[in-house]
């Protein structure tokens, strides 16, 4: 028989059925072992439940034939004897199971209806405690128990405690991917919902950054139109003049008055309004033209060949209006011969927005002369260098790190939106293909070093 129950127990502990994690089968390779091994008519796994006050039966082989089992509980209440023998944590080998100290109390309720002689529990232990019992019960006649059936038994029993290893590892590893699953779930919800934000974050920051670009816009018509009034209101007085002088005229004429030096006076005067006349209604012509191009730049993006020199003197007639009132002084220095295939209108936004943003900052409370150097130099034969240098506040160095964020700003409570420099670097970097940086110090002004190709082509996206 010891070989016999070597041999079976080789083959148990080869299955892979006990590492596989599925303790139903498990328990069904041990429980048929066992009855094999040890030729006898039932076999049973019996756990203990939570509170140790009961012990239930998980899987009954009764004569070769698996029983229901989910009636099968046995309470401390009713069977102190047989749970105070359990609690000694040793094998119960019991012959006469029906006059056993231990097993006695099971005679009327359980060994008579079931007509069992002979008993034999052995303790199945997992994590260093004991969990339950592997149960052996022959019906046919009283049974002695051998040592080496005790043995082969908790043998089983201890490979039963590698089953459920491998059971609670397969739980663990199934409710991790669960886990896993629902975290990955989440983490796609919350990404779906994040991209959902950040699409309608971009939708929002574009209708700003439009918005700013119509407020600057508004800046300068306001600004436009009131240094257009200085010229006509000049123009009108002029030719109020020129009507009045011509009907004296016509009136010395009907009266027969009319002498030829009174003539030659009245009709050099009427000259001289309609020189005054015309001069500052051309002057207005160029404010105006000036705008309307640098408006329809801004508004719509187009790949054009300018003269950078003249272009930035343009900007500037269309940005006095508003620089007036700052006394700001400009110096620009660029080559006439400079010139660039780009977008006007980006141009015209970045100078707009600096000059703009150096008068609301830079100027605000300075006691020097504001002044604004705008400086143009060709390096190599495809770049180009555009500075905007200011000799106002400067900034500080937590201001300079964060000067380019949108929605930043210094004037939150006085109106500023945070997006004038927003908005140059990304026209800078995205439509001009260029880059920008930024040299500043407290008290020692700002420069705006702006890099930008000679020539962009026609695949690069304007936004």
């Keep these: 028989?010891?070989?016999?129950?070597?041999?079976?127990?080789?083959?148990?502990?080869?299955?892979?059925?006990?590492?596989?994690?599925?303790?139903?089968?498990?328990?069904?390779?041990?429980?048929?072992?066992?009855?094999?091994?040890?030729?006898?008519?039932?076999?049973?796994?019996?756990?203990?439940?939570?509170?140790?006050?009961?012990?239930?039966?998980?899987?009954?082989?009764?004569?070769?034939?698996?029983?229901?089992?989910?009636?099968?509980?046995?309470?401390?209440?009713?069977?102190?004897?047989?749970?105070?023998?359990?609690?000694?944590?040793?094998?119960?080998?019991?012959?006469?199971?029906?006059?056993?100290?231990?097993?006695?109390?099971?005679?009327?309720?359980?060994?008579?209806?079931?007509?069992?002689?002979?008993?034999?529990?052995?303790?199945?232990?997992?994590?260093?405690?004991m969990i339950g019992i592997i149960c052996c019960e022959e019906t046919k006649q009283l049974k002695q128990w051998l040592p080496d059936e005790t043995s082969f038994v908790a043998a089983l029993a201890d490979l039963y405690g590698r089953a459920l290893s491998a059971s609670q590892r397969l739980q663990y590893q199934k409710e991790l991917e669960a886990l896993n699953a629902e975290l990955e779930a989440k983490v796609q919800q919350r990404t779906q919902r994040l991209e959902a934000n950040l699409e309608q974050l971009k939708a929002t920051q574009a209708q700003l950054v439009e918005a700013e670009k119509m407020a600057s816009l508004g800046t300068l018509v306001a600004g436009v139109a009131h240094e257009v009034n200085t010229p006509v209101g000049v123009a009108l007085t002029a030719n109020s003049y020129s009507k009045e002088l011509t009907a004296r005229l016509v009136e010395k004429l009907k009266a027969n008055q009319l002498s030829r030096s009174i003539l030659e006076k009245n009709l050099l005067e009427i000259v001289e309004s309609q020189t005054i006349l015309e001069r500052n209604l051309l002057r207005a012509d160029e404010l105006i033209s000036n705008f309307k191009q640098t408006a329809v730049d801004q508004v719509h993006y187009e790949l054009q060949s300018i003269n950078l020199h003249d272009y930035i003197h343009m900007v500037l007639v269309t940005l006095k209006p508003y620089t007036k009132e700052y006394q700001v002084d400009f110096d620009v220095q660029c080559p006439a011969e400079v010139r660039l295939v780009t977008y006007p209108g980006a141009i015209a936004q970045v100078l707009t927005n600096l000059v703009i943003n150096a008068c609301v900052h830079a100027f605000s409370d300075l006691s020097i002369q504001p002044k604004i150097l705008i400086q143009v130099d060709s390096y190599r034969h495809d770049q180009v260098l555009l500075v905007v240098k200011d000799n106002g506040h400067g900034m500080s160095e937590p201001i300079k790190k964060r000067v380019f964020e949108p929605f930043f700003t210094t004037r939150r409570g006085q109106g500023g939106s945070g997006l004038g420099l927003a908005i140059v670097y990304n026209l800078v970097t995205s439509t001009l293909r260029g880059r920008i940086q930024l040299e500043s110090e407290s008290g020692q002004g700002a420069s705006f070093l702006i890099h930008l190709p000679s020539q962009l082509s026609c695949v690069t996206q304007a936004k």
């Design 1 to 129: 028989m010891e070989l016999t129950l070597e041999n079976i127990l080789l083959d148990v502990s080869m299955s892979p059925v006990l590492d596989a994690g599925e303790l139903a089968q498990a328990e069904q390779l041990l429980l048929s072992a066992c009855q094999q091994g040890l030729a006898v008519s039932r076999v049973g796994i019996w756990l203990y439940l939570p509170a140790g006050e009961a012990i239930a039966c998980r899987a009954l082989l009764d004569q070769g034939q698996w029983q229901p089992v989910e009636d099968l509980v046995l309470n401390r209440d009713d069977f102190p004897n047989y749970f105070q023998a359990l609690d000694q944590q040793r094998v119960i080998a019991a012959c006469d199971a029906r006059s056993d100290a231990a097993t006695s109390e099971f005679t009327k309720p359980y060994l008579l209806p079931r007509g069992i002689f002979s008993m034999l529990d052995v303790p199945i232990r997992h994590a260093g405690a």
